[in-house]
């Protein structure tokens, strides 16, 4: 069973950053791809950003790109791992709850159906 925590969401204004962690834990996580989504009021959860259980490759909505960052790091005994997503120059529009998912297969779309397990969420509210 995988287990997945999100913490470091907040209050920022315009501009401001922020950098959410994810500790996730369980058998072979450290074999997962994991990625971070978020959902606003009213709206359907979208993709923000993904990184290979290597860390090799990372991937990214064009809504991000350039302003956030994705990293991960695997602890030795392959049951316990962390992820961030550094977000900087953050906008209004990027108020959310942010979920951290994880996946054993890296999909060929990042689709919130796909993900095989989640956390549940961390309140990120952006002011103007």
């Known amino acids: 069973q995988v287990q997945l925590v999100e913490s470091g969401g907040g209050l920022v204004q315009a501009g401001g950053s922020l950098r959410l962690s994810c500790a996730a834990s369980g058998r072979t996580i450290s074999s997962y791809a994991m990625a971070w989504f978020r959902q606003a009021p009213g709206k359907a959860r979208e993709f923000v950003a993904a990184?290979?259980?290597?860390?090799?490759?990372?991937?990214?909505?064009?809504s991000v790109k350039g302003r956030f960052t994705i990293s991960r790091d695997n602890a030795q005994n392959n049951t316990q791992n962390t992820v961030y997503l550094q977000m900087n120059s953050l906008k209004p529009e990027d108020t959310a709850v942010y979920y951290c998912a994880a996946v054993w297969t890296t999909p060929s779309t990042w689709s919130p159906y796909v993900m095989d397990y989640w956390g549940k969420g961390t309140l990120v509210t952006v002011s103007s």
């Open positions: 990184i290979r259980w290597s860390g090799a490759s990372t991937y990214y909505a064009d």
